[in-house]
Every structure is written in structure tokens, then in C-alpha cells.
């Protein structure tokens, strides 16, 4: 089966960087997805890795290391708005779209 | 806005009654998941269709169901309803079977409260 980890809550000042780390088991990989939940809100998509290194979008980067079965979110020059929950998530190999997520940091942003 | 609409946002109702929640995804997407997220919990996958046909199936309980219209649009139907049941439910949809690079869009959410 699938099982991610990563920290159930993470705090920062705003400007800062902060690094969210996952950790997954799975019995087949294809990639690993980010998603961004504000409190209550609809989960939306960040990033996907497929491939070892580092995918960069804006502020946010996402990093991914196969053999290590790792990976993390990288939030660079955080903002009061970037305080939300992020999760992370693998594809079940055998069962077509299922994601499997992990079950979300809570990023807290300070002043 | 994701372009996934739920109706209907929010949603009380009793232990023992039977409620449906619908889903219509985003315009040309032809796979719709659906999940449950109960308080500071992650996000459960329940069930994927894929052009009106089950694709996935999660941990979900045998009093929920759910369908897929050949409008595409989906229903997710729960009943006898528990206290436990209580959570907000989310729809997704995605172009392929499978989202490219995961990716999949999700609607608003339905909140449901079981008294």
C-alpha cells in the first residue's frame, strides 16, 4: 500500500523560507503532488514531481529524491496569504486516479 | 474558481436520513473523484468515475454510493447517516483518467452536518 508522512504543522515569519518534507512508502511510484488548502477551502494544486531535483514555480519549489523515497515544498519569501495547509500525494499504481495525500502541515505565517 | 461546481454548500440533516450530493466538473473533464475530509483530517479518498464508468474505489462505507450522468456530472449519495458522517465533502475532476501530473480540480465542497 501508500503512506506519506510530513510534519503536522510548521511555523514561520513572514518573509522567510520554509521547507514542508514528505516522506512516502509505496509499492509503485509515479510522481509526488503538492496541493494547498486554505481553511475550508478547495484543495488546489502546486506541483508534481516525477523526476529527481528541483521544479521551480514562482515563490514555491518542489523537490523530489526517488531513491530516498523523499521529497519536500520549498516556500520562499512567505506571505500572511501563504498560511494555509499543504499536502502531499502519491498515485495508488493500481488504481488510476486514486491520490493517495498525506494527512497536511499546517503552515502558520507570523508577522 | 476551479470551474467544479458542488451544490449544495452546506447541508444539515438528522442521524438515519439519506442525502445526495452532486458535482459537475470542470467543462471537458472526463473523470470526477470524490472525497471526504472530516475535522483536521486529511483528505479520504472515496470514488472515481471516468466517463461514466467506476474507475477507483477507496474506503468507502456501502451505505454511500455514487454515479456518473452521461452529462458528466456526478451524485454522491449517502445513507443512514451517522454522526461520524459529518464532514466536508470534496469533488474533483481531471481531463484524462489519470490528471496530468496529478492534477485534478477540486469544487468548493459540500459541508454536511449529522445532528
Same mark, same amino acid.
Given at each position: ?7 503536522? =504543522?510548521? @511555523? ?9 518534507? !514528505? @516522506? ?18 478547495? +484543495? ?10 528541483? =521544479? =521551480? @514555480? ?18 520562499? =519569501? ?9 499536502? !502531499? ?15 497536511? @502541515?499546517?503552515?502558520?505565517?507570523? +508577522? | 474558481? &476551479? ?5 449544495? #454548500? ?18 471537458? *473533464?472526463?473523470?470526477?473523484?470524490? $472525497?471526504?475530509?472530516?475535522? *483536521? ?8 468515475? $471516468? %466517463?461514466?464508468?467506476?474507475?477507483? #474505489?477507496? %474506503? ?13 456530472? &456526478? ?13 466536508? $465533502? ?26
Amino acid at each position: 500500500g501508500q503512506s506519506l508522512e510530513q510534519p503536522s =504543522e510548521v @511555523t514561520a515569519v513572514e518573509g522567510a523560507i520554509v521547507q514542508i518534507n !514528505c @516522506t512516502y512508502q509505496t509499492s509503485g511510484f509515479y510522481g509526488l503532488s503538492w496541493y494547498q488548502q486554505h481553511d475550508g477551502g478547495a +484543495p488546489t494544486f502546486l506541483s508534481y514531481n516525477a523526476l529527481d531535483g528541483l =521544479e =521551480e @514555480t514562482g515563490r514555491f519549489s518542489s523537490f523530489l529524491s526517488r531513491s530516498d523515497s523523499y521529497g519536500y515544498l520549498l516556500l520562499q =519569501e512567505l506571505q500572511m496569504k501563504d498560511s494555509a495547509s499543504y499536502f !502531499c500525494a502519491v498515485r495508488d499504481q493500481n488504481q488510476g486516479g486514486k491520490l493517495i495525500f498525506g494527512q497536511g @502541515t499546517e503552515l502558520s505565517v507570523k +508577522p | 474558481d &476551479s470551474g467544479v461546481t458542488q451544490t449544495p #454548500k452546506h447541508l444539515i440533516t438528522a442521524t438515519g436520513q439519506r442525502v445526495t450530493l452532486r458535482c459537475s466538473p470542470r467543462s471537458g *473533464d472526463l473523470s470526477v473523484y470524490w $472525497y471526504q475530509q472530516s475535522l *483536521d483530517q486529511g483528505l479520504q479518498f472515496l470514488i472515481q468515475y $471516468y %466517463n461514466g464508468e467506476e474507475r477507483a #474505489k477507496g %474506503n468507502i462505507l456501502e451505505r454511500f454510493s455514487a454515479q456518473q450522468f452521461p452529462d458528466l456530472h &456526478s451524485e454522491l449519495n449517502l445513507s443512514s447517516l451517522e454522526l461520524g458522517d459529518s464532514a466536508l $465533502y470534496f469533488c474533483a475532476s481531471s481531463v484524462a483518467e489519470q490528471g496530468a501530473r496529478d492534477e485534478q480540480f477540486f469544487g468548493p465542497g459540500t459541508r454536511l452536518t449529522v445532528l
